[in-house]
């Protein structure tokens, strides 16, 4: 009876998906265990078989648990609002939300192309996912709270004394009674006030300074402008300063924008890391994006003007070497210090760095660049004068935007004067610094005052000592994260519950979604204004009490930042969720996704759930408890090499001696590494009469190039045709079998006929030409031993995420089994049971046919039972005077006494001792015995 794989899984999903099978329970009394997947953006080309590879990592342990006795939270939806849908929107006229459900739910685009639908995709892999907690972020239903955990963060300001966020009430009332001098809060820079200043400022004013404290608000920032895609970017969207969607020019703009003031959480972002299961590579990404140094804020007055410079630096101990200074070309004193003779050269200069994204000033090293501005700073201790220049390796974003530089210390700073041949003074005792700066920090300071012949440690306490008694800065900590940007002008996004009165935002009163109105282009107004503002007052569905509604939506990470919250109470239409439900399921215990997500989707998810902590909506600081980043499987390119000269097709190995280009051909024409010429033949017009030199067997090889998986490299291989061909189970097998789950991976699919053959193995113990076949008889030691031992190495791989060899377990197990010709219920049973978190549709139907009538997700992981695992003989290699002469089985329960007496008794014993007498006989049980003669 042959494996009909196909009708068994489209049988099996049906069963769970009609029965509910991985629905979890609610306050169950089983304990509880969420694992979750990074939720992916639904793309029009769909899945290729690298994106299951984590699902199928977390699908097979969320089985396991369920095994194991835990009530097991294993949801899936969609990270729905994004970039593409709305570039397809603007090519097409299509709706994003039309494109967007035909890409998660199949079906035909405007072009006519077939999309197979990420859902029906995910369903063919018979992943355990409780698909009734599905979330969609474009959903009005979800985004509907992504909106109200806005309104929290609006409402919010963060008291550094309590260390945590607070209702913006509170802030009001401290106003209304004491004023702000008081206020120990993270906040912009704010005058101080009194109460009677307070209560005698108008609506519109009290407004305005309260954007001054508020976690999300209003401000000008200097911003990733992408002209093309009309939208500001994130740094993580930018690859070698253009967008990373579409390779468009990014430039620096300065723009009214929202921002999330993340930088109050900094300290506690950091902290927060310790108690984390995640890599240390992960963590380490983190922490130096967050970027925490201390030091001193120095103010430098500005010779012949009321303005003064502030810098921060990590150095205050090499403060007598400052010999310029530097600012940002975008910084606010620039236009106001340059002098006429100057103008044209800084704003020249200002205009092209504004042409540079932020990432490509920070990594380019190499190029020196600069202006003076005619202005020069005095020095606080010395008070002698020092230029004052600009150059676009300073950010107006980072730190204060100005750095006092110190040559003789740091290398760009060096660079720089050497460039503009500024004098370098070395400050440090018996170091060179001719042929460059000195960065290390065990030199002895000298040239300094009253810092001469001090080490840096003490040098840099005494220095920031000096610093505030003289009035002109302080000792500080400052951590190189930003405010996060969290407006985007485009269309596809969640729109703000935000109105306007003049230039004051305001929120709408009740907590009715806000939803995306009908425009009549997605594209920017000719004025360039958002897209929303194409929308008329009554294509809103809210009435706007005020002038304007806001334009803006949010960024693509404000519904990832909270989805995994959602799916405890996907349907809850009074609150984000309940709060029983998040008492209950409390964080992720397993989440699983790619690193790329490091410095975005990690830290403003972490973000925002030590924010809904600090207001009692959630029990708990941290969302991932423990993470596992998937590597990547890369595609497995196919290079049919050509003759430059002839414009012959050349197999591999043909090409030598000759000068050779290369095109990429469809994968799916291949066999291994041998191509079928009449598919490439008739895939392209211009390789139907095309000349091809073969290899002597007729064969033509084509050359091979690990490479990103592409449609334009033709190297996709979807998970589709595979589970078509193969079936689902080897597919998971065989995704599983590949590797180490955290390391990236070529695929190649020569090794799939392996797994598939171990799945036909099995069916084969226990089918016959006449069907199932079953046997009640009591199971060997032989077979027992072969069953215990492979629970035992499964259970032990899977808890430690050692996802890949429980595959090659398996084999051997069946192999052994084969041997054997076992086709017993005890244990056929239990190898059913070990083996579904893998291959769950085989392992089903088995035990259906044992006469189980509920689904093996409900059964009992068995315990191994060591007896079963012990040894009944052992082989002593038997040695005289340490060379082995031969091999002696005896019981492996035999005492040391016994063991000598045996091989003494033995004939070949006394072939080797030749009638003399052993000085000494030494027995290592179950080891080995030794004659020294």
């Not at 009674?177 to 009194?194: I, K, P, Q, R």
């Not at 016959?768 to 492979?790: M, Q, R, Y």
Request: net charge negative; with cysteine.
């Amino acid at each position: 009876m042959q494996y009909q794989y196909n009708e068994i899984e489209k049988n099996w999903q049906k069963y769970w998906a009609e029965n509910k099978t991985f629905a979890a329970e609610d306050n169950s009394v089983k304990p509880k265990f969420y694992v979750l997947d990074m939720f992916p953006y639904p793309s029009g080309a769909g899945l290729h078989v690298g994106h299951p590879l984590g699902y199928i990592a977390s699908d097979v342990y969320a089985r396991y648990k369920r095994l194991c006795g835990f009530n097991v939270l294993h949801p899936m939806g969609y990270d729905s609002f994004g970039l593409p849908a709305e570039q397809y929107a603007i090519q097409t006229g299509q709706h994003p939300a039309i494109t967007t459900k035909t890409n998660i739910e199949g079906g035909t685009d405007k072009d006519g192309n077939v999309i197979p639908g990420y859902r029906n995709q995910l369903d063919k892999i018979g992943f355990s996912f409780d698909w009734d907690r599905e979330v969609r972020t474009s959903d009005p239903n979800y985004y509907k709270w992504t909106q109200w955990i806005f309104k929290q963060l609006f409402n919010s300001w963060y008291n550094k004394d309590a260390d945590k966020a607070e209702k913006i009430e509170t802030l009001i009332e401290k106003f209304k009674t004491e004023g702000n001098g008081n206020v120990n809060a993270v906040a912009d820079d704010v005058e101080v006030f009194s109460a009677a200043d307070w209560n005698s400022w108008s609506e519109e004013e009290q407004q305005q300074l309260l954007l001054n404290y508020r976690i999300a608000y209003l401000s000008d920032t200097w911003v990733n402008w992408c002209p093309a895609l009309g939208t500001v970017l994130a740094n993580d969207e930018i690859k070698d300063g253009v967008s990373e969607r579409g390779g468009h020019p990014v430039e620096q703009k300065l723009m009214r924008q929202w921002s999330m003031r993340i930088t109050a959480y900094a300290e506690r972002l950091l902290s927060g890391l310790e108690g984390l299961d995640w890599t240390d590579s992960i963590k380490d990404i983190q922490r130096n994006w967050i970027g925490k140094s201390q030091g001193a804020a120095v103010h430098f007055d500005v010779d012949e003007h009321d303005e003064k410079i502030e810098v921060f630096t990590t150095r205050p101990d090499t403060i007598f070497g400052v010999s310029f200074m530097v600012l940002a070309p975008e910084h606010e004193l620039v236009a106001k210090i340059t002098t006429p003779e100057q103008k044209e050269k800084i704003e020249a200069y200002q205009k092209a760095a504004s042409l540079k994204s932020e990432r490509d000033r920070m990594s380019d090293v190499k190029t020196i660049s600069g202006e003076f501005t005619g202005a020069y700073a005095v020095h606080p201790f010395t008070g002698d004068k020092v230029q004052v220049w600009i150059g676009d390796y300073v950010l107006a974003g980072y730190g204060t935007g100005a750095v006092m530089a110190v040559p003789c210390g740091d290398q760009r700073d060096w660079d720089f004067a050497k460039h503009f041949n500024i004098e370098i003074k070395n400050i440090f005792k018996d170091k060179d610094i001719s042929e460059a700066a000195y960065a290390e920090k065990d030199a002895v300071i000298a040239s300094s005052d009253f810092l001469n012949d001090l080490p840096v440690k003490k040098a840099t306490k005494l220095a920031i000592y000096e610093i505030e008694q003289r009035g002109f800065g302080k000792g500080k900590t400052q951590y190189k994260l930003r405010n996060a940007v969290f407006s985007r002008q485009r269309y596809w996004g969640e729109p703000f519950p935000v109105y306007y009165k003049g230039d004051v935002p305001y929120l709408l009163d009740n907590d009715e979604v806000v939803e995306l109105p009908e425009v009549d282009k997605y594209l920017p107004t000719e004025d360039g204004e958002p897209p929303l503002a194409r929308a008329t007052k009554d294509a809103w569905n809210v009435t706007c009490p005020g002038d304007r509604m806001e334009y803006n939506t949010m960024p693509g990470w404000a519904g990832s930042s909270w989805y995994f919250l959602r799916y405890m109470d996907p349907t809850n239409d009074n609150e984000f969720v309940a709060k029983e439900k998040v008492d209950y399921w409390k964080n992720v215990d397993l989440y699983i996704g790619g690193a790329e997500h490091a410095t975005g989707h990690l830290l403003y998810s972490r973000f925002w759930t030590k924010f809904l902590y600090d207001l009692g909506y959630i029990p708990f600081e941290e969302p991932f408890q423990k993470m596992i980043n998937q590597g990547m499987i890369q595609g497995n390119s196919a290079l049919v090499y050509k003759d430059k000269e002839s414009g012959k097709f050349l197999s591999k190995g043909k090409k030598e001696g000759l000068s050779t280009t290369y095109v990429h051909t469809d994968i799916n024409f291949l066999e291994g590494d041998k191509l079928d010429l009449d598919k490439f033949r008739s895939w392209r017009e211009e390789y139907k009469n095309a000349e091809f030199i073969t290899e002597d067997n007729g064969d033509f090889i084509v050359g091979r190039e690990v490479d990103k998986m592409s449609k334009s490299k033709y190297n996709v291989q979807t998970p589709d045709d595979l589970v078509e061909k193969y079936g689902a189970d080897t597919l998971r097998c065989y995704e599983m079998f590949l590797g180490p789950l955290e390391q990236a991976k070529p695929w190649d699919t020569q090794g799939i006929t392996g797994v598939n053959g171990f799945l036909k193995k099995l069916w084969r113990l226990v089918h016959d030409d006449n069907g199932f076949n079953i046997s009640d008889e009591e199971p060997t030691k032989e077979e027992l031993k072969s069953l215990h031992k492979t629970i035992k190495k499964v259970k032990e791989d899977i808890e430690r995420f050692s996802f890949n060899t429980p595959v090659s377990t398996f084999m051997i197990c069946v192999n052994e089994l084969t041997a054997l010709k076992c086709n017993k219920r005890a244990i056929i049973s239990d190898l059913c049971i070990i083996l579904s978190p893998y291959a769950p549709h085989i392992a089903e139907e088995l035990w259906a046919k044992l006469g189980n009538t509920e689904s093996i997700s409900t059964a009992v992981f068995p315990k191994h039972n060591e007896e079963y695992l012990v040894e009944s003989n052992h082989k002593y290699p038997v040695s005289f005077n340490g060379k082995m002469r031969f091999m002696l089985e005896l019981p492996a329960n035999m005492s040391k006494n016994d063991v000598e007496a045996a091989v003494m008794a033995n004939a070949q014993t006394a072939k080797y001792l030749d009638g003399k007498t052993p000085k000494k006989v030494i027995v290592v049980p179950n080891k080995i015995v030794n004659f020294v003669v």
